[in-house]
């Protein structure tokens, strides 16, 4: 069974920096697409800020390019994502996803959090002013 989950959250002040892991199982399972969303709040949608295909290819929101990267160790089958000048408005749970199928333009930052087959519980990131 598919398990995904995420660490790494915390508090900082804005402009600083926080390292997000997400540890999906088994080890043997092979993603085609895995990403982060966020949602600030319970009332706002989850939204995709990283997302990276099985081939390297990544795709970044507006909002984070230039400050968020996505990588992922596959020998650990661990996915990261660096977050470098945090703003106050990054605030929010994190949470990771994967799936075994999504390719190619469905793997991108477009995709919504319903498209992908396996979601973590998500990590909390708090950025102060």
């Known amino acids: 069974q598919v398990q995904v989950v995420e660490s790494g959250g915390g508090s900082v002040q804005a402009g600083g920096s926080l390292s997000l892991a997400c540890e999906a199982s088994p080890r043997t399972a092979v993603f085609e697409c895995m990403g982060w969303f966020r949602q600030a709040s319970e009332h706002e949608p989850r939204e995709a800020v990283a997302v990276l295909r099985r081939d390297g290819i990544a795709t970044y929101a507006d909002s984070v390019k230039g400050r968020f990267t996505i990588s992922k160790d596959n020998a650990k089958g661990t996915l990261y994502l660096q977050m470098n000048s945090l703003r106050p408005e990054d605030t929010a749970m994190y949470y990771c996803?994967?799936?075994?199928?999504?390719?190619?333009?469905?793997?991108?930052?477009?995709?919504?959090?319903?498209?992908?087959?396996?979601g973590g519980q998500g990590t909390e990131v708090t950025v102060s002013s």
């Open positions: 996803a994967a799936d075994r199928v999504l390719t190619d333009l469905h793997c991108s930052v477009r995709a919504e959090w319903g498209d992908f087959d396996h």
